[in-house]
């Protein structure tokens, strides 16, 4: 069977769960089942096809597996959003749909990723911009100051200014690599390489960080961190430049422990949720308790206790933050375990992208973007189950938010232009 087939194949099975989840909390809401009903799967479906179409015009050698794994994922979170908050859904349908044609253009006009390393210094400039704007105009939510409004739209500027900013990285790491694996110094006993190669790259990353700070998006912050030491060490093969990350990770976690109020406060909540389970503790607590009614299949979709009669849910912010906890109670350990083999199946094939690159800049590109989906996924997930402190972002195509899905639509398209490159 053919790539462009394969990939239709495995779209079919994704959009007949969606039809019957969408049937399922629809008869839930409606008491009968309609026509109306289906029709939600019926559009998804066409939605589909023709990004898989756009898809076999502009990209006929690109990986057959990863638009299937993004339809199932936006798809579910769609269906779980309907059964939140039917207005939030049709929000997010929207966004979705800004998204395929966000998609579908990436593939239309970057035929040639060589454009995207020439002007590294105009795209690395652009994300600062982004965070800047956020840093000056933003308004705080939660603690952090993330959102940009214009007008009737509220969006993340942060969601679009990591993808640039990884793609400075990627670039100015090509033109450097050999030079960082020469040492011209000690300091301290550890070699280190000429400070001029560093200089550019250390710059953008810090104000990056230092923006990153000043919003008090601390969950960003570490996917920038992550990303930066996971394209250090492919692009050199040293194992120091990783070390000394995590050195510079954890003085810096002590730092930020003390200077911000919220992040003691999420640490605090994360080692002991019970001493406070109705105030400050009290989302993680739910989130705990969801999981666990939902035992090992679940309440079934639509016959969870997330809302109340007043049609607000019982964990705040459970359409971003903590649709995980959803998701594990109405579908259970085999639903949660589900989405989880999802990620890892879209990160395996984002490192198979990498590792079949044929130039250095595709496999440091692809490594990078696929570090900050992975650090994503796993850091809202962990934090939903109190593995790791609570950091506030969304879950890739499935949480709720616009910028958020449109940006890893974006994502989408660079690894499927980057894979058909490397066929």
């Given at each position: 069977m053919s790539l462009r087939n394969r990939e239709l194949v495995f779209l079919i099975p994704a959009l007949i769960l969606t039809t019957l989840g969408f049937a399922l909390v629809y008869t839930q809401k409606a008491s009968s089942l309609t026509w109306t009903s289906l029709t939600y799967g019926a559009?998804?479906?066409?939605?589909?096809?023709?990004?898989?179409?756009?898809?076999?015009?502009?990209?006929?050698?690109?990986?057959?597996?990863?638009?299937?794994?993004?339809?199932?994922?936006?798809t579910l979170g769609l269906v779980v959003l309907y059964r939140l908050n039917e207005d939030l859904a049709l929000k997010q349908a929207m966004w979705l749909v800004v998204g395929l044609v966000a998609f579908l253009l990436v593939l239309a006009f970057v035929r040639d990723l060589e454009v995207l390393r020439r002007y590294r210094y105009v795209i690395g400039i652009a994300g600062l911009l982004l965070l800047l704007v956020t840093a000056v105009i933003g308004r705080e939510i939660n603690g952090?100051?993330?959102?940009?409004?214009?007008g009737p739209i509220?969006?993340?500027?942060?969601?679009?200014?990591?993808?640039?900013?990884?793609?400075?990285?990627?670039?100015?790491?090509?033109?450097?690599?050999?030079?960082?694996?020469?040492?011209?110094?000690?300091v301290l006993g550890v070699p280190l390489p000429p400070f001029r190669y560093l200089a550019p790259l250390l710059t953008i990353w810090a104000l990056s960080m230092a923006l990153m700070i000043f919003m008090k998006d601390l969950g960003t912050s570490l996917?920038?961190?992550?990303?930066?030491?996971?394209?250090?060490y492919v692009a050199t093969g040293r194992f120091f430049y990783v070390l000394v990350g995590l050195v510079l990770f954890f003085a810096g976690a002590t730092l930020l422990y003390f200077v911000f109020p919220h992040v003691q406060t999420r640490v605090d909540i994360w080692l002991d949720p019970w001493q406070d389970a109705s105030g400050r503790g009290y989302q993680i607590v739910q989130s705990l308790f969801a999981l666990a009614a939902g035992g090992l299949f679940g309440r079934g979709l639509g016959e969870g206790y997330l809302t109340l009669q007043s049609g607000n849910t019982i964990i705040p912010n459970l359409e971003t933050d903590f649709i995980f906890s959803a998701i594990g109670e109405e579908l259970g350990l085999v639903g949660a375990v589900g989405i989880i083999l999802l990620y890892l199946i879209f990160t395996y094939r984002g490192f198979r992208v990498a590792v079949r690159a044929r130039d250095d800049f595709s496999r440091l590109l692809a490594t990078g973007l696929i570090s900050i989906f992975a650090l994503q996924a796993f850091l809202i997930m962990g934090g939903v189950i109190k593995l790791i402190p609570l950091t506030g972002i969304t879950l890739p195509f499935v949480s709720y938010g616009g910028s958020s899905i449109v940006a890893n639509f974006v994502l989408l398209a660079l690894f499927l232009r980057m894979s058909d490159r490397a066929a």
């Amino acid at each position: 069977m053919s790539l462009r087939n394969r990939e239709l194949v495995f779209l079919i099975p994704a959009l007949i769960l969606t039809t019957l989840g969408f049937a399922l909390v629809y008869t839930q809401k409606a008491s009968s089942l309609t026509w109306t009903s289906l029709t939600y799967g019926a559009l998804f479906l066409v939605l589909f096809v023709i990004a898989h179409l756009g898809r076999r015009v502009l990209a006929p050698k690109a990986d057959p597996y990863l638009l299937p794994v993004t339809a199932l994922l936006s798809t579910l979170g769609l269906v779980v959003l309907y059964r939140l908050n039917e207005d939030l859904a049709l929000k997010q349908a929207m966004w979705l749909v800004v998204g395929l044609v966000a998609f579908l253009l990436v593939l239309a006009f970057v035929r040639d990723l060589e454009v995207l390393r020439r002007y590294r210094y105009v795209i690395g400039i652009a994300g600062l911009l982004l965070l800047l704007v956020t840093a000056v105009i933003g308004r705080e939510i939660n603690g952090a100051r993330l959102w940009v409004d214009l007008g009737p739209i509220n969006f993340q500027p942060a969601e679009f200014g990591k993808i640039l900013l990884v793609i400075f990285f990627a670039a100015y790491l090509v033109d450097i690599r050999e030079a960082l694996t020469v040492s011209t110094r000690r300091v301290l006993g550890v070699p280190l390489p000429p400070f001029r190669y560093l200089a550019p790259l250390l710059t953008i990353w810090a104000l990056s960080m230092a923006l990153m700070i000043f919003m008090k998006d601390l969950g960003t912050s570490l996917l920038f961190f992550g990303a930066l030491l996971a394209l250090l060490y492919v692009a050199t093969g040293r194992f120091f430049y990783v070390l000394v990350g995590l050195v510079l990770f954890f003085a810096g976690a002590t730092l930020l422990y003390f200077v911000f109020p919220h992040v003691q406060t999420r640490v605090d909540i994360w080692l002991d949720p019970w001493q406070d389970a109705s105030g400050r503790g009290y989302q993680i607590v739910q989130s705990l308790f969801a999981l666990a009614a939902g035992g090992l299949f679940g309440r079934g979709l639509g016959e969870g206790y997330l809302t109340l009669q007043s049609g607000n849910t019982i964990i705040p912010n459970l359409e971003t933050d903590f649709i995980f906890s959803a998701i594990g109670e109405e579908l259970g350990l085999v639903g949660a375990v589900g989405i989880i083999l999802l990620y890892l199946i879209f990160t395996y094939r984002g490192f198979r992208v990498a590792v079949r690159a044929r130039d250095d800049f595709s496999r440091l590109l692809a490594t990078g973007l696929i570090s900050i989906f992975a650090l994503q996924a796993f850091l809202i997930m962990g934090g939903v189950i109190k593995l790791i402190p609570l950091t506030g972002i969304t879950l890739p195509f499935v949480s709720y938010g616009g910028s958020s899905i449109v940006a890893n639509f974006v994502l989408l398209a660079l690894f499927l232009r980057m894979s058909d490159r490397a066929a």
